[in-house]
Nanobody, 120 residues
């Protein structure tokens, strides 16, 4: 079994910061790309940021310059540092990872999500 567990969400005032973490656990051969998505009420899930095994990152335009994605491959962990938060960043944030297990093709795994609320 493979499990992704997010942490670090919460309530923060506009202009504040939060750092999300997501740890992958279980039995697998390797983790390829990792990423963060978010879903606000009544809206579809959208890409926030992704990072490759080599550390190359991409960002949604709406968070570029405010959010930073990083990973610690030794810890099977991906992070999302969120600065200058805005009310429109309020959403459930999900991490995902492209993981290869023995005897299986690479596939996408998702975490359960962590709530981020930006409000005064």
């Amino acid at each position: 079994q493979v499990q992704l567990v997010e942490s670090g969400g919460g309530l923060v005032q506009p202009g504040g910061s939060l750092r999300l973490s997501c740890v992958a656990s279980g039995s697998f051969l390797w983790i390829n790309d990792m990423g963060w998505y978010r879903q606000a009420p009544g809206k579809p899930r959208e890409l926030v940021a992704t990072i490759t095994r080599s550390g190359s990152a991409t960002y949604a335009y709406s968070v570029s310059g405010r959010f930073t994605i990083s990973r610690d491959s030794a810890k099977n962990t991906v992070y999302l540092q969120m600065n200058s938060l805005k009310p429109e960043d309020t959403a459930v944030y999900y991490c995902n990872a492209q993981i290869r297990r023995v005897g299986e093709s690479e596939r996408t795994y998702w975490g359960q999500g962590t709530q981020v609320t930006v409000s005064s």
